[in-house]
């Protein structure tokens, strides 16, 4: 099913040249399972379907901790900006999600020290965040 029948949701018309229209018209006739980075990505930073993006985003940082649209490790930095009481419901998978990043994770998987330790400090935070609910 489409996210628009599953959710109800109407087709806009795109203004001409308006990119988030054009893409938010895309995204409602997709499959959930077509859901890709950059949409999760956009999803977040636009406060669209957050609850479906949310989900989404923890089961591809399972496989993925490091992915991001522009960046590694965007999608865990967009999912640390979410206001605290949509992702109340999240806390276990993501508790888990972040421990394993924690534990696993290695300085060869970036270019720099720099991004490591910045990567690092993110998931810490992250923690905090969740286990002070």
Known sequence: MKIKEIYL?????????????????SLINKDISELNTVDLCRMIRQNILIELAIEKAIDVLKT???????????????LYSVDEEKIREYIEPLNEI?????????IGDFICQEDYHEYLDLVEKFLTKINSF
């Open 64 to 78: 993925n901790p490091l992915v991001g649209d522009v960046y590694d490790g965007q999608l865990l930095e967009l």
């Open 9 to 25: 949701l109407q087709q806009e018309a795109a203004q001409e040249g308006y990119a988030l229209d054009e893409w938010y018209n």
């Open 98 to 106: 972040l421990l394993n990043i924690k534990q696993n994770l290695e």
